[in-house]
């Protein structure tokens, strides 16, 4: 199957500094990425839609601003957080879709970057 | 996009069978289900996909009424390692992924 790498794993970053989270998609060509972000016990909730060449589609309540998506080529998509916050501090996975051969939806998800903001 | 409804917890013991129900009633022509596993600081792994009727793989099987306004999860044999958050996802392609809160399966020894 489709491999994602998402990196770094982990980050720990001082308050107003920002931090860098990359989503390389392997072996298939990804025009669509998704960003997402997890508190703890919580469910996964969209932050943004990453769509190669264009601008980012942001969900309601996410400052574009402040998490800065580029999706430069169709394997690379990264999202930077910027001026970091303790608020911001959470686990933050991309997930690649393509049809399937039933023109079903498959979703290859990144390992995750968990963020701590000191 | 169709809302998906799931139990909050389970608990089981090692060896049972699990069955987790997800209620999916305004689900389009076009959507597909999928089931998606989660442990602590992972991202969610793929478990089961299917359209209606039954899918079986190696590690659980998907059951899907005629009117497909619910699925069903079955785990066949829990052990503690299955201990996570379960995802049931209907969309279909080009769409995003919206992630209930999930069920959390304890299995306990």
């Known amino acids: 199957g489709a491999v994602v790498s998402q990196h770094p794993s982990w980050v720990i970053c001082k308050s107003g500094t920002s931090v860098k989270i990359e989503c390389r998609s392997l072996?298939?060509?990804?025009?669509?990425m998704f960003w997402y972000r997890q508190f703890p016990k919580q469910s996964l909730m969209l932050m943004a839609t990453?769509?190669?060449?264009?601008?980012?589609?942001?969900e309601q309540g996410v400052e574009k601003d402040k998490f800065l998506i580029n999706h430069a080529s169709l394997t690379l998509s990264t999202l930077t957080v910027t001026s970091a916050h303790p608020e911001d501090s959470s686990f933050y996975i991309c997930?690649?879709?393509?049809?399937?051969?039933?023109?079903?939806?498959?979703?290859?998800f990144g390992q995750g970057t968990r963020l701590t903001v000191v | 996009l169709a809302k998906t409804t799931q139990p909050i917890s389970m608990d089981s013991y090692e060896g049972q069978e699990v069955n987790i129900t997800c209620s999916h009633n305004?689900?389009?022509?076009?959507?597909?289900i999928t089931w998606y596993q989660q442990f602590p600081s992972q991202g969610p792994r793929f478990i089961i996909q299917?359209?209606?009727t039954k899918v079986t793989n190696e590690v659980a099987s998907l059951f899907i009424p005629a009117d497909r306004k619910s699925s069903t999860l079955s785990l066949p044999r829990v052990s503690l390692s299955d201990t996570a958050v379960y995802y049931c996802?209907?969309?279909?392609?080009?769409?995003?992924?919206?992630f209930g809160p999930g069920t959390r399966l304890s299995v306990l020894p």
């Open positions: 997930i690649l879709s393509r049809t399937g051969g039933n023109m079903n939806t498959e979703a290859f």
């Open positions: 072996d298939f060509q990804a025009t669509t």
């Open positions: 990453s769509n190669e060449g264009s601008k980012a589609t942001y």
């Open positions: 305004n689900i389009a022509t076009n959507d597909y």
């Open positions: 299917g359209y209606k």
């Open positions: 996802l209907v969309n279909n392609y080009g769409q995003n992924f919206v």
